[in-house]
């Protein structure tokens, strides 16, 4: 039987430093029971000042190399998502090969690689992408969901500053034999609703100025009620899509690792799909919203638990700014 793409190594890293409910209570009008009925987050982890975004990548990527009994020497490729860029030029993965480079070695200097961004869905666009250049012939593909956005974060604001953590989840694609592999993917997005999740400056539309740092324009902004009712249709969506493209139902899906967006967006999700809550991974309260990276975060979390074992069916859904949405379905 010819080879397929699969997941052959997983791992993840947060920071250190926790930003619980009760510290949040301390910067801003809010409450432990306020946050936690309408978001389920207890903590969130996030960067200290000073500590290097990149290095989550890095300790992300080691672990799934290390779950694929692979070394560096052998990735042929590495894809990052992420929605906050370490530098506007060049690239996160530029910055984290080099983390993982010898420097005693050549071997591997010359990795390609490229970013994507495509809001929280981007791991899935990732893995989608990197399905596909295992076809052309990379045999080794490195993947990484990797976000600060604490960093853009606007502490004063209580509708968005309890929402999100920092963290890096990374998963190596390789070749898997028999039944077990990526078997299906649907990706999609409706640009029309780009206004729902935006940072209005820093770019070539609106250049950084003294002026749009004084009107806030750099922080992440989000129109809540959009995002719950969009999120919730357009998972559900692609999952029922990418199954049926797979050619197997809902009934036969071990785990559902949806985007970590939102406790009461996930029970949505689960409802609207009529599948067990038990049947869904969740790890939000937590680590919060943690965007590209908490698809691959909660993967990792779950193959140390010994929750997500080999012959699994899962079905990996997300959306994100752009609006961008997408499902994927692995044979574990």
Known sequence: MAERPGIIGVGAWVPEKRLTNHDLEQMVATSDEWITQRTGISERRILREGEDPTDLGVKAAQMALASANTSVEEVELVITASNVQVMPVPGSSAFIIEGLRDRGSTAYKHIPFFDIVAGCTGFIYALEVARWMFCGGYRRILVIGLESLSRFTNWQE???????????????????????????????????????????????????????????????????????????????RASLLALKQAQVTAEEVAWFVPH?????????????????????????????????????????????????????????????????????????
């Not at 009461?264 to 689960?270: D, E, G, Q, T």
């Not at 809550?277 to 965007?291: E, F, P």
């Not at 899962?314 to 609006?323: N, R």
């Open 158 to 236: 209580r509708e968005t500053c309890v929402l999100f953590g920092d963290a890096a989840g990374a998963v190596v694609v390789g070749p898997v034999e028999g039944e077990r592999g990526i078997l299906a993917s649907h990706l999609a997005a409706d640009s029309a609703k780009w206004p729902l999740l935006r940072v209005e400056a820093g770019g070539t539309k609106t250049p950084a100025s003294r002026e749009t740092v004084a009107a806030g324009q750099h922080f992440l902004k989000m129109e809540g009620r959009g995002v719950f009712e969009d999120a919730v249709k357009m998972m559900e």
């Open 260 to 332: 970590q967006a939102n406790l009461r967006i996930l029970k949505a999700f689960a409802g609207r799909l009529g599948i067990p809550w038990a049947k869904v991974l969740v790890n939000i309260a937590r680590h919060g919203n943690t965007s590209t990276a908490s698809i691959p975060l909660a993967l990792a979390e779950a193959v140390q638990d010994n929750r997500l074992c080999p012959g699994d069916l899962v079905v990996l859904a997300g959306f994100g700014a752009g609006v961008t949405y997408g499902a994927t379905v692995i044979r574990w």
